[in-house]
């Protein structure tokens, strides 16, 4: 049973840049949700994406967005990055229904210089 | 603004012993109790969930939710050396939506 993919592993960009990171669900997950975790810091949430659409949003800038595919794969895309965007990106997850336990992917280490 | 609050930590404890990690939370209305654990550089793995007050076990670790108090924590019996992590106390509400992390607390277990 695969779990929670992310690429890539680890990404330097330099400020004012764009990148695009990916995630693969779990098998029999349907819903995608994205973190940023700071170092010393707990996950923060960034978004969710379910049917293709942005469930739920956190207090994040619209310099981030998403992408749901229709094979529940998504895409986070930060635009011009700033220094403190670097972190480790998270991609969680879940079944809709009854319970909503989140499983997360490897992270992907984001460094803007 | 939902909140989630943890003991500040390091919490260190011998191996053997008991650890208690303590988790307060802001929102009444949410509904989903989550413990994970984070080792240095790697992602959170979930280790327990609970939904209803009162004590859920599993192995050497005991969740226990008290939802009047807004108050979670976990239990580990017998730690070992290995359990050495920061442990997330994570929050939602209704229909998984927006997960709420606390700070972490780092534990670690000295032989």
């Known amino acids: 049973d695969a779990g929670v993919t992310q690429s890539p592993t680890h990404l330097i960009k330099t400020r004012g840049q764009q990148v695009t990171l990916r995630c693969s669900p779990k098998?029999?997950?349907?819903?995608v949700s994205w973190y940023q975790q700071a170092l010393g810091q707990g996950p923060q949430f960034i978004f969710q994406?379910?049917?293709?659409?942005?469930?739920q949003r956190g207090n994040f800038p619209d310099r981030f967005s998403g992408h749901q595919f229709p094979n529940y794969s998504s895409e986070l895309n930060v635009n011009a990055l700033l220094l403190g965007d670097s972190a480790l990106y998270l991609c969680?997850?879940?079944?809709?229904?009854?319970?909503?336990?989140?499983?997360f992917g490897p992270g992907t280490r984001l460094t803007v210089t | 603004q939902k909140e989630v609050e943890q003991n500040s930590g390091p919490l260190s404890v011998p191996e053997g012993a008991i650890a208690s990690l303590n988790c307060t939370y802001s929102?009444?209305?949410?509904?989903?109790f989550f413990w994970y654990r984070q080792y240095s550089g790697k992602s959170p793995e979930l280790i327990m969930s609970?939904?209803?007050?009162g004590d859920k076990e599993d192995g050497r670790f005991t969740a226990q939710l008290n939802k009047a108090s807004q108050y979670v924590s976990l239990l580990i019996r017998d730690s070992q050396p290995s359990d050495s992590a920061t442990y997330l106390c994570?929050?939602?509400?209704?229909?998984?939506?927006?997960?709420?992390f606390g700070p972490g607390t780092r534990l670690s277990v000295l032989p």
């Open positions: 969680a997850s879940s079944q809709t229904g009854t319970v909503y336990e989140q499983y």
């Open positions: 098998s029999g997950h349907d819903t």
């Open positions: 994406y379910y049917e293709e659409e942005e469930r």
């Open positions: 929102d009444r209305g949410s509904q989903s």
């Open positions: 609970i939904y209803s007050n």
């Open positions: 994570a929050v939602n509400g209704n229909y998984g939506q927006n997960f709420v």
